[in-house]
C-alpha cells in the first residue's frame, strides 16, 4: 500500500486531531501501557520528635468534639503535593497521628474509607466501633472497618497518641468518598467492653507468604501487641522461620477467612534482631511504616533512610528495598500497605534483587527536606 499524503498533510492530521480530542495510539501506547509500574511516589521519612511536637501544639489550639472532627496530623508525601493530592502518603494510602488528651472526645462518624489504627504512646483512652470498647494499648492495632461507627473517648491521665491508616487516595482516585457524622453525637455504648480482645485472646496472626483459605469478615477489632510480640518471639527461635525480605514478619490476619485482618489495608509487624539485615525485593504494593521499637536503616532504590524509634517512613511501589537493624536492640517495624487490594484486583507482583547478593548499592542519605 502506498502512502499518500504529504508532509505537509500529515503534521496537519495531527494537529486536526488534538483539536477534536482523539489521539494516535501508534505515538502513544509506550506511554499508556508501560513496561513496569510509573508512579511519582516519592519515599520519604518523617522524625517522630518532629510531629509528636506538631501534635502537641494542636492540642493547645483545638479540640476534637469542639473545633475540629479530630485532632490529627497527617503526613504528606511531597511528591503528590506537587500534583495537589492532599494528604496523601502514597498514592493509595494516608497515615496520620492522631492526638487525644485526658478527658477528651471525638465524635461517632462513619465513612467509605476503611481504618486501622496503630497505638503509639498512652493509655486509658478507648476506641469504639459500632458501640463495642476497645482500650488502646502500645502497640495494639485496631480495625475499623468502612462504614463501622466510631469514636475515641480518654479516660486516662497522660496524652494519647496513635496512627491512623486510611485508604484514602485509593477511594479518591474511585470516587467512592462518602462521609455522615453520627446524628447526637455517640453511638449507644454496647455492654461488652474490650470483648474482641478478651474473649478472642487479642490477635490472629500467620507467617508471611502463608496459604490463605476464604471466609468471613473479622470478629477481632483489636489486635494486642502481646500476642503479636510473642508470635514473633516463636518465630525468630528458629532461622527456619525467617523470611529472606522481611525478616521475621506476621501479617494480621481475619481468623474466620486467613485473609488479612482488614479488607482494604494490609498490616504487617516485622522483627528484625539486632545486625539482622534483609535482601532487596520490590512489589507492586506500597506501604506506610511506623518504627515501633529499634534503631537502623531501610535503603530504597539506592537511597538510605535511617530510622529510629517512632519514625514513619513511606515505601512507594515498585521500589527495592532491605531493612536493617543496627542496634543492639530486636528492631520492630508495623506497616501499612495495599496489597490486599492489589491482590484482589490481580494486579499484586514481586521480583527479588539478584546482584551483590540481594543488597543495593548505597547512593545516597536521605535528609528531610522543607518546602520552601
Ligand atoms: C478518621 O475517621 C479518623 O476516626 C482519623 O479517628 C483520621 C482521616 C481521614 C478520614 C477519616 C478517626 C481520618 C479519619
Redesign the pocket.
Known sequence: MSREKSEEEVNQYYENMKRDLVGPLWHDLGHMVTKEPVHDVEPYLWKWETIRDYALTAGEILEPGKDA??R?V?LQNPSLLKRGLV?YGTHTL?A?I?LLLPGEM?PS?H?S?T?V?FIIEGDGAY?AVNGERSYMERGDMIL?PAWTW???KHEGTEPMFWM?G?D?GLVRTLAASF?EPYEGGFYPEEPEKNYSAEKLAGGAFAPKGEEKKPGYPSPIFNYRWERAQYELQRLSESQDNEDPYDAYAVEYINPTTGGPADSRIGTMMQKLLPGQDTKAHRHVHSAIYHVLEGKGYTVINGEKFEWAKGDFFILPPWSWHEHVNEGTEDAYLFSINDKPVMEKLELEFGETYKENNGRQKIEKTFEPSAIV
Open positions: 472532627e479530630r490529627v497527617y494528604g494516608y496520620g492522631q471525638a462518624h465513612h474509607q481504618a489504627r476506641t475499623t466510631h469514636e475515641h491512623d486510611l484514602v462521609f
